[in-house]
């Protein structure tokens, strides 16, 4: 059995599964029923000043769904905690003294103001918890009040705020980052810069969900006014990996530990996010939308899966993939793949050669010798992977590359030899190869 | 004495046998299975409706919440898509070519998907088809059922004004007596012809009999243009001693009495009866005795079972009903003295050629009532003037469902390679009803 003990920046937990900070994390209940279920630690919903913020008494949150009532995506309008300071300093006292093997991080949110942070981050490190996490990723309702997302797109507050907390700290202190910036590095180096411990992403995207079909408002509404909210769940979970993988690879933010947060459903989605770079993992919106036990499965699985992988702990798998991650421009153009569909497997959906038909290639039959029969063209298909996207027979349509010979499409002889943009002929800025 | 009598069960107990065989998806079930469907091109589901409905197109309006599209997709091409949902054979039609029986052997249920589609339009009554404008023709159909119904349906959204004939007080033909009660609960039948008429332009003429009240050669006279969806309202005869002994009924009547019966209870059934034919009429008669209470049900067919015209999921009806079927056994004779008794079988060894050999073994089942289910035929003095080309008592027809004689037209039971299905009298009309809107308006162009 692969140990799925973590230590990230020192803060040990049972299992690299963190709650998020957020709803889930919001009371000493909530917690406490988490660490029951076997979660590996948590990050405590967002404290501020006080007086405590209020919400809205109305929709806080909204899903899209699939026919079946599956959450693929999921947005909120929550603000950080509304309940007083002091309720949860004492909270989360209590709980890392019953807790003392489960990583317990406290995340904040504070202005623009030095004096302000001094006075409040030696409070926090009072409790016991283990770090402090920043949020400057809240997009909505914090954001309007100079906080959250408003200090997370500008790398200049990111590293200021970075310097104050860090001052006051002892304990490690992580930067939440939001992806609601053109590009993620610049927030990451200005969180490095301020000399942050490590960066969490992704914060939730903005986002407006849909509108009401019957009065054409939008959807959720508050008294018949709506809000772009944070989304999150599966969906955003391609946009998280994308921004991890920047981080964990570019030569200035490298070796910036990483947790990683976006969408993490199962098991398989902390793979995703420990290969492309990141220490642990944090968890909101499947909890959100299954409640404590799926820690189960994540935990489960990616112990199943590392044994599997021959890997005895989730430090082995951290950042596996990363190597494979790199521009468009060094991708191999030598190289040829054709799809194949497996006869036997086929089910005569047709699907692939529609799509394949109008939207791109026209490399996949619909009749052979009379019969309802889909193949492909090899002397037409360019590789694209579309009819593989769209099969809905798992393992039907594969890949092949072309090791020798012609490539029947192009004419052109399959070549060992690599080559990219940067040489092609075609490229106007080649460099001489 | 024969033991037959009504009230065999509880008031309770006959209204849950009756009650809907296939209940109607809720919304939820109906989201859950649309999303089955993987929308697939040329969809085998489509090519195997004989109605041509976009299966993968409805389907996927509901899963969009544009229901009132979904039932337009299929009503256009099916206006009898509500009664089809619920008598279609989907299992050997769509169903059986959905390609999820490749990857999971459970197809799409499209027949329920179809009636959740379709119902919400029967009960609000929203009128999804309009007239063109009026072309001034007059055209005849004979036959209020499927046939009939789908081709004045056609007509009148092409304009044409329709006078329809039935010999039945009521329209629907096999839809309203022919069905079992349990397929079509809630007086659908009555409530889809309401539907049907309510585009206009369709004037009804109950309680008149072709051959008696009106000739072809008057509405030839009379109308621009006839079509005749008759259907076979002659039950064969056995050809047995005994045929004429009181106790041996047609299925035909019985159902078609069920299903007008207002208290079913009250229905006089056999406590043993004996069906034979093997097609979905002697299915019909054996599960719906079996339903009123009586307790033993036997269906004889004289060749093998995979050769019954019954499908498969219908054969299974019978015998989680508790119906016996006897495959391979002809009736030799109906025993009496002065009612069935019971009858007396040979025993058939039928071969790939579709003959049948006599075994010289006999059985004999007891029966207080004996069904005769083995298929009907033109009425006599209908069509058998010679006017109109006929083959093995059928009405001869083209591809475009054109008669013999100029001007008319016929579809549903009554043509040669009918199959006896709601579906594909529907197709007959509609294809009927677009024939003869070319034919009229290519006169028009002519004599213009």
């Given at each position: 059995?692969?140990?799925l003990?973590?230590?990230?920046?020192?803060?040990?937990?049972?299992?690299p599964?963190?709650?998020?900070?957020?709803?889930?994390t919001d009371?000493?209940?909530?917690?406490n029923?988490?660490f029951?279920?076997g979660w590996g630690?948590?990050?405590?919903?967002?404290?501020?000043?006080?007086p405590?913020?209020v919400?809205?008494?109305?929709?806080r949150y909204?899903?899209?769904?699939?026919?079946?009532?599956?959450?693929?995506g999921?947005?909120?309008?929550?603000?950080?905690?509304?309940?007083?300071?002091?309720?949860?300093?004492?909270e989360i006292?209590?709980?890392?003294?019953?807790w003392?093997?489960?990583?317990?991080v406290?995340?904040?949110?504070?202005p623009m103001n030095?004096?302000?942070?001094?006075?409040?981050?030696?409070?926090i490190e009072?409790?016991?918890?283990d770090?402090?996490?920043l949020n400057?990723?809240c997009?909505?309702?914090?954001?309007?009040r100079?906080?959250?997302?408003?200090?997370g797109?500008v790398p200049?507050?990111?590293?200021m705020?970075t310097?104050?907390?860090?001052?006051?700290?002892?304990v490690p202190?992580i930067?939440?980052?939001?992806?609601?910036v053109?590009?993620?590095l610049?927030?990451?180096?200005?969180?490095?810069?301020?000399g942050?411990?490590?960066?969490?992403?992704?914060?939730?995207?903005n986002?407006?969900?849909r509108?009401?079909?019957?009065?054409?408002?939008?959807?959720?509404?508050?008294?018949g006014m709506?809000?772009?909210g944070?989304y999150?769940?599966?969906?955003?979970k391609p946009?998280a990996?994308?921004?991890?993988?920047?981080i964990a690879?570019?030569?200035?933010?490298k070796?910036l530990?990483?947790?990683?947060?976006?969408?993490?459903?199962?098991?398989r989605?902390a793979v995703?996010?420990?290969?492309?770079g990141?220490?642990?993992?944090?968890v909101?919106?499947?909890a959100?939308?299954?409640?404590?036990?799926?820690?189960?499965?994540l935990?489960?699985?990616?112990?199943?899966?590392?044994?599997d992988?021959?890997?005895k702990s989730?430090?082995?798998l951290?950042?596996?993939?990363?190597p494979?991650v790199t521009?468009?421009?060094?991708l191999?153009?030598?190289?040829?793949?054709?799809a194949?569909?497996?006869?036997?497997?086929?089910?005569?959906?047709g699907?692939?050669?529609?799509?394949?038909?109008?939207?791109?290639?026209?490399a996949i039959t619909?009749?052979?010798?009379?019969?309802?029969?889909?193949?492909?063209?090899d002397?037409?298909?360019v590789?694209?992977?579309?009819?593989v996207?769209?099969?809905p027979?798992d393992?039907?349509i594969?890949?092949?590359?072309?090791?020798?010979?012609?490539?029947?499409?192009?004419?052109?002889?399959?070549?060992?030899?690599k080559?990219?943009w940067?040489?092609?002929?075609n490229?106007?800025?080649r460099?001489s190869? | 004495?024969?033991d037959?009598?009504?009230?065999r069960?509880?008031r309770?107990?006959?209204?849950?046998?009756?009650?809907?065989?296939?209940?109607?998806?809720?919304?939820?079930?109906?989201?859950i299975?649309?999303?089955r469907?993987?929308?697939?091109?040329?969809?085998?589901c489509?090519?195997?409706?004989?109605?041509?409905?976009?299966?993968?197109?409805?389907?996927q309006?509901?899963r969009?919440g544009?229901?009132?599209?979904?039932?337009?997709t299929?009503?256009a091409?099916?206006?009898?898509?509500?009664?089809?949902?619920?008598?279609?054979?989907?299992?050997?039609?769509?169903?059986?070519a959905?390609?999820?029986?490749t990857?999971?052997?459970k197809?799409?249920?499209?027949g329920l998907?179809?009636r959740?589609?379709?119902d919400?339009?029967?009960d609000?009554?929203a009128?999804?088809?309009?007239r063109?404008?009026?072309?001034?023709?007059?055209v005849?159909v004979?036959?209020?059922?499927?046939?009939?119904?789908?081709?004045?349906?056609?007509?009148?959204m092409?304009?044409?004004?329709v006078?329809l004939f039935?010999?039945?007080?009521?329209?629907?033909g096999?839809?309203?007596?022919?069905?079992?009660?349990?397929?079509?609960?809630?007086?659908?039948?009555?409530?889809e012809?309401?539907?049907?008429?309510?585009?206009?332009?369709?004037q009804?003429?109950?309680?008149?009999?072709l051959?008696?009240?009106?000739?072809?050669?008057r509405?030839?006279?009379e109308y621009?243009a006839?079509?005749?969806?008759?259907?076979l309202?002659s039950?064969?005869?056995l050809?047995?001693?005994?045929e004429n002994l009181?106790?041996?009924?047609?299925?035909?009547?019985?159902?078609?009495?069920?299903?007008?019966a207002?208290?079913?209870g009250?229905?006089?059934?056999?406590?043993?009866?004996v069906?034979?034919?093997?097609?979905?009429?002697?299915?019909?008669?054996?599960?719906?005795?079996?339903r009123?209470?009586?307790?033993?049900?036997?269906?004889?067919?004289?060749r093998?079972?995979?050769?019954?015209?019954?499908s498969?999921?219908?054969?299974?009806?019978?015998?989680?009903?508790?119906?016996?079927?006897?495959?391979?056994?002809?009736?030799?004779k109906?025993l009496?003295?002065?009612?069935?008794s019971?009858v007396?079988?040979e025993?058939?060894?039928?071969?790939?050629?579709g003959?049948?050999?006599?075994?010289?073994?006999?059985?004999?089942?007891?029966?207080?009532?004996?069904f005769?289910?083995?298929?009907q035929?033109?009425?006599?003095?209908?069509?058998?003037?010679?006017?109109?080309?006929?083959?093995s008592?059928?009405?001869?027809?083209?591809e475009?469902q054109?008669t013999?004689?100029?001007?008319?037209w016929?579809g549903?039971?009554?043509?040669?390679?009918?199959?006896d299905?709601t579906?594909?009298?529907v197709q007959h009309?509609?294809?009927?009803g677009?024939?003869?809107?070319?034919?009229l308006?290519?006169?028009?162009n002519?004599?213009?």
């Amino acid at each position: 059995m692969a140990d799925l003990a973590s230590e990230f920046l020192g803060i040990r937990s049972p299992n690299p599964f963190w709650l998020a900070s957020a709803p889930p994390t919001d009371k000493a209940y909530n917690v406490n029923r988490a660490f029951e279920a076997g979660w590996g630690g948590a990050v405590w919903k967002t404290l501020g000043e006080d007086p405590p913020i209020v919400n809205v008494s109305g929709p806080r949150y909204s899903a899209i769904h699939s026919n079946d009532r599956r959450v693929i995506g999921f947005n909120n309008i929550e603000l950080i905690t509304d309940r007083p300071l002091k309720t949860n300093l004492d909270e989360i006292r209590q709980i890392k003294r019953d807790w003392p093997d489960r990583a317990l991080v406290v995340s904040v949110m504070f202005p623009m103001n030095a004096e302000v942070w001094k006075k409040y981050v030696p409070m926090i490190e009072d409790t016991g918890a283990d770090g402090i996490e920043l949020n400057f990723g809240c997009p909505h309702g914090m954001s309007e009040r100079g906080m959250g997302s408003a200090v997370g797109q500008v790398p200049e507050y990111i590293r200021m705020a970075t310097e104050w907390a860090k001052a006051a700290a002892k304990v490690p202190v992580i930067v939440k980052l939001t992806p609601n910036v053109a590009n993620i590095l610049p927030p990451a180096k200005a969180a490095k810069d301020g000399g942050a411990d490590a960066v969490s992403l992704i914060n939730t995207i903005n986002s407006i969900m849909r509108v009401d079909y019957d009065t054409l408002t939008m959807y959720p509404a508050t008294d018949g006014m709506g809000t772009h909210g944070g989304y999150c769940g599966e969906a955003v979970k391609p946009i998280a990996l994308n921004m991890v993988a920047e981080i964990a690879r570019t030569a200035e933010t490298k070796g910036l530990p990483i947790s990683g947060i976006g969408g993490i459903t199962d098991w398989r989605d902390a793979v995703d996010f420990l290969a492309l770079g990141a220490s642990n993992v944090q968890v909101c919106t499947a909890a959100m939308v299954y409640g404590f036990k799926i820690i189960d499965d994540l935990a489960d699985g990616l112990s199943n899966f590392l044994d599997d992988k021959g890997m005895k702990s989730v430090a082995e798998l951290v950042g596996r993939a990363v190597p494979s991650v790199t521009d468009w421009q060094y991708l191999n153009l030598n190289y040829v793949e054709k799809a194949v569909i497996d006869q036997d497997l086929c089910i005569q959906c047709g699907r692939c050669h529609v799509v394949c038909e109008d939207t791109s290639h026209q490399a996949i039959t619909h009749t052979v010798d009379g019969k309802r029969r889909f193949e492909v063209m090899d002397e037409e298909c360019v590789g694209c992977n579309l009819c593989v996207c769209v099969c809905p027979v798992d393992g039907c349509i594969t890949m092949r590359r072309l090791r020798d010979g012609f490539d029947p499409r192009t004419g052109q002889p399959i070549s060992d030899e690599k080559a990219n943009w940067t040489t092609h002929p075609n490229n106007p800025m080649r460099k001489s190869s | 004495m024969p033991d037959i009598r009504p009230n065999r069960l509880s008031r309770e107990e006959i209204a849950r046998n009756f009650s809907d065989l296939h209940p109607p998806l809720s919304h939820s079930e109906a989201l859950i299975e649309a999303d089955r469907c993987y929308f697939c091109f040329d969809a085998p589901c489509t090519t195997a409706c004989p109605t041509d409905i976009d299966i993968p197109l409805f389907i996927q309006k509901i899963r969009s919440g544009n229901v009132r599209g979904s039932a337009h997709t299929i009503l256009a091409e099916n206006i009898m898509g509500g009664m089809c949902a619920r008598v279609c054979p989907t299992e050997v039609l769509c169903e059986e070519a959905c390609v999820r029986n490749t990857h999971e052997e459970k197809p799409v249920e499209i027949g329920l998907l179809q009636r959740f589609a379709t119902d919400p339009i029967l009960d609000d009554g929203a009128q999804l088809f309009s007239r063109a404008e009026t072309s001034g023709h007059r055209v005849a159909v004979v036959g209020g059922g499927p046939a009939g119904l789908a081709c004045a349906h056609r007509l009148a959204m092409l304009g044409h004004d329709v006078a329809l004939f039935d010999r039945e007080e009521k329209l629907g033909g096999l839809n309203e007596y022919g069905i079992a009660a349990y397929k079509t609960v809630g007086d659908f039948a009555q409530r889809e012809i309401n539907y049907i008429l309510s585009i206009g332009g369709i004037q009804v003429n109950a309680g008149v009999t072709l051959g008696q009240d009106i000739t072809i050669t008057r509405l030839r006279d009379e109308y621009d243009a006839v079509f005749l969806g008759v259907g076979l309202s002659s039950v064969n005869w056995l050809g047995v001693e005994g045929e004429n002994l009181p106790g041996v009924e047609n299925a035909v009547e019985y159902i078609a009495e069920l299903r007008q019966a207002r208290d079913k209870g009250e229905l006089p059934v056999g406590r043993r009866v004996v069906v034979i034919g093997g097609g979905m009429t002697a299915v019909d008669v054996a599960v719906q005795s079996k339903r009123l209470g009586a307790e033993q049900v036997d269906i004889v067919y004289r060749r093998g079972i995979d050769q019954m015209g019954a499908s498969d999921y219908e054969k299974n009806l019978a015998k989680t009903n508790g119906v016996t079927i006897h495959p391979c056994a002809r009736p030799l004779k109906i025993l009496g003295p002065g009612h069935a008794s019971a009858v007396l079988f040979e025993r058939t060894a039928p071969d790939d050629s579709g003959s049948i050999a006599d075994t010289g073994e006999t059985f004999k089942l007891e029966a207080d009532v004996v069904f005769k289910a083995i298929g009907q035929q033109l009425r006599d003095g209908v069509l058998d003037d010679g006017s109109i080309k006929m083959k093995s008592g059928k009405v001869v027809v083209d591809e475009n469902q054109s008669t013999s004689l100029a001007g008319v037209w016929a579809g549903g039971d009554c043509v040669l390679g009918g199959d006896d299905l709601t579906v594909t009298a529907v197709q007959h009309g509609k294809v009927a009803g677009i024939a003869i809107d070319r034919y009229l308006r290519t006169r028009e162009n002519r004599n213009g």
